[in-house]
Nanobody
């Protein structure tokens, strides 16, 4: 059973930084994509980042690409989302997502994701 455990959320002032971590376990295939989606109150879930089995596969949404980075520790099966210059509009629950096949993460299709973490809340105060 795949498990995705997120950590690193919290309350930060605008302009601050946070680093989210997603530790994956229980997967049965060697290649998969791990991404981060977020959902703000009253809004649909949207993709933030995706990374596959090579660093060159990293993707960041236009709204965050100048401020966020994503990386993957292959030995620890952990994906990170470094969030800098945070804005109040970044406030949301951030979900870790795993996809075995396809490109749903890169296309922003949450319906195509195979597994989800429970989410971690990020609150950015103005």
């Amino acid at each position: 059973q795949v498990q995705l455990v997120e950590s690193g959320g919290g309350l930060v002032q605008a302009g601050g930084s946070l680093r989210l971590s997603c530790a994956a376990s229980g997967f049965t295939r060697n290649t998969y994509t791990i991404g981060w989606f977020r959902q703000a109150p009253g809004k649909e879930r949207e993709v933030v980042s995706c990374i596959g089995h090579t660093d060159s596969s990293a993707y960041l949404a236009d709204s965050v690409k100048d401020r966020f980075t994503t990386s993957r520790d292959y030995a620890k099966n952990t994906v990170y989302l470094q969030m800098n210059s945070l804005k109040p509009e970044d406030t949301a629950v951030y979900y870790c997502a795993l996809e075995y096949y396809g490109s749903s993460c890169y296309m922003g299709y949450s319906s195509g994701i195979d597994y989800w973490g429970k989410g971690t809340l990020v609150t950015v105060s103005s």
